[in-house]
């Protein structure tokens, strides 16, 4: 039986996606996000390290030791996290093909 | 002191509106973040624009982050803590409950535990004391409460709450039974209440509903939290 899976936030995605890279750090991610959002999404550092509190809580992310800056902490993803960001892109990808394919039939008509 | 430092000033004192855990896990690492973020600008204009946008994106946060918090406390099961503070906990916690109920319910200079009896004629101003007394001993009684409830943030939220409404339908079943305010809960009568939609079937006066859902509000808390505190112990019997 296929279990059903609530979707992450946008905000939630995006940090994911820009974990999927390599481990950062928090000014990292933020600058990562509005890339990849090509701006549409700014991230502020108070709801950048609420939305990590949360990911951190559900074993999505995790901190990790990179040698050399004692001072900033950097996150990246775990298992359950790749795992996760692996479905959500098959949703997404699914979704982006149908919305596609639904473009080209009605400009094939007009 | 330059601009920039005064906005990360504002942005630390800021970071007081988060709930202590977060603050101490992640106010240094949000700080930091914020003063990079507020590095990129480079004139007036754009610290100005950008601090705003540090600073709004900050309070914003704070009710998300708070409202989290709260919730994970409702949802945590009872904490085992001290004697001491869970009966300091319920008892003030029981004052905050019953003076905000008593307040609503019996209006200044109405509670006849405070304001005695006067003879027609009494000054004025003994009058206006008698009036205005109730308030004033609520006000100071819940001040004092808000303070030393404050002590006992051993408890969890969820069992302040519980604990609270416990002793407040405890006291409020005493209070009762002394004859103070039979009247305002057990009879079916609102002589000097105004009846309210519910009520008119029932006769019952707005002050009597107000009552009667705290008592039921609580009376339910209360079994809730007898019955976990039972499946608590035989969790731990079964362990």
């Known amino acids: 039986m296929k279990r059903s899976i609530e979707l992450l936030p946008q905000v939630s995605f995006s940090i994911l996606m820009a974990l999927s890279l390599k481990p950062r750090h928090g000014y990292e991610i933020i600058q990562q996000v509005d890339t990849d959002s090509m701006s549409k999404i700014r991230l502020g550092p108070a709801s950048l390290y609420v939305t990590l509190k949360k990911l951190i809580d559900s074993d999505l992310i995790e901190e990790v030791d990179i040698d050399g800056n004692e001072r900033r902490r950097y996150y990246q993803l775990t298992d359950k996290g790749w795992q996760r960001l692996h479905t959500e892109m098959g949703y997404y990808t699914n979704i982006a093909e149908i919305s596609k394919s639904r473009l080209v039939k009605k400009w094939s008509h007009s | ?239």
């Open chain 2, 1 to 239: 002191m330059n601009k920039h430092q005064r906005i990360l000033k504002l942005y630390a004192a800021g970071l007081r509106l988060y709930p202590k855990g977060f603050r101490e896990a992640y106010g240094e690492q949000t700080l930091l973040t914020a003063r990079d973020t507020l590095g990129t600008a480079s004139t007036s204009i754009g610290k100005l624009r950008v601090g705003s946008h540090l600073i709004i994106d900050l309070l914003l946060a704070a009710v998300i982050e708070n409202v989290r918090h709260a919730e994970e406390n409702m949802a945590k099961p009872s904490q085992k803590t001290s004697g001491k503070s869970a009966l300091a906990a319920a008892l003030l916690g029981a004052q905050i409950v019953g003076i905000v109920a008593l307040s609503y319910v019996y209006p200044a200079g109405t509670l006849q535990v405070i304001t005695a009896p006067r003879a027609i004629d009494t000054p004025a101003v003994v009058w206006y004391l008698d009036s205005v007394m109730p308030s004033v001993v609520f006000a100071v009684i819940l001040a004092l409460t808000f303070v030393l409830l404050r002590r006992a943030s051993r408890l969890s939220l969820w069992s302040k709450i519980t604990w609270s409404y416990g002793l407040w339908l405890c006291g409020a079943v005493g209070y009762i039974m002394f004859g103070n305010a039979i009247d305002s809960v057990v009879s079916f009568y609102a002589p000097n209440g105004i009846p309210g939609p519910v009520g008119v079937g029932l006769g019952l006066g707005y002050d009597q509903i107000v009552v009667a859902l705290i008592f039921l509000t609580g009376f339910y808390l209360v079994v809730q939290r007898l019955v976990r505190l039972l499946e608590t112990s035989r969790t731990t019997v079964t362990k």
